[in-house]
């Protein structure tokens, strides 16, 4: 078992940054692929970047590539998304998950194929 923890979110500006945490404990974190999505109401979560156990590899989605970065310190168990030129459409709660499966694209970008989920953290982007 692994427990996942986010924190960073808030209200931002159009085109201002922000920078996501997920502290993971309960079990080595370096077991297990994370990856962040994010949901908004009546819409299904949606996949926004993921990263390998070493952090060797990344993953993102088109609507993010180029914007935000995903990274991970292992020597503190903790998965980071920094967002940049945020738009009024990134608004959404952001969740971190984990994964004890390998890095296969397209399975990393799957909901479904995550283990442990955080709470969610709430990212309102103004225009």
């Known amino acids: 078992q692994v427990q996942l923890v986010e924190s960073g979110g808030g209200l931002v500006q159009a085109g201002d940054s922000r920078s996501l945490s997920c502290a993971a404990s309960?079990?080595?974190?370096?077991?297990?692929?994370m990856g962040w999505f994010r949901q908004t109401p009546g819409k299904e979560r949606e996949f926004v970047a993921g990263?390998?156990?070493?952090?060797?590899?990344?993953d993102y989605a088109d609507s993010v590539k180029g914007r935000f970065s995903i990274s991970r310190d292992n020597a503190r168990s903790t998965v980071y998304l920094q967002m940049n030129s945020l738009k009024p459409e990134d608004t959404a709660v952001y969740y971190c998950?984990?994964?004890?499966?390998?890095?296969?694209?397209?399975?990393?970008?799957?909901?479904?194929?995550?283990?442990?989920w955080g709470q969610g953290t709430q990212v309102t982007v103004s225009s």
């Open positions: 309960g079990r080595t974190f370096t077991s297990y692929g």
């Open positions: 998950a984990a994964t004890l499966r390998g890095f296969m694209i397209p399975t990393i970008e799957r909901a479904s194929e995550y283990d442990h």
């Open positions: 990263i390998s156990r070493s952090g060797g590899s990344t």
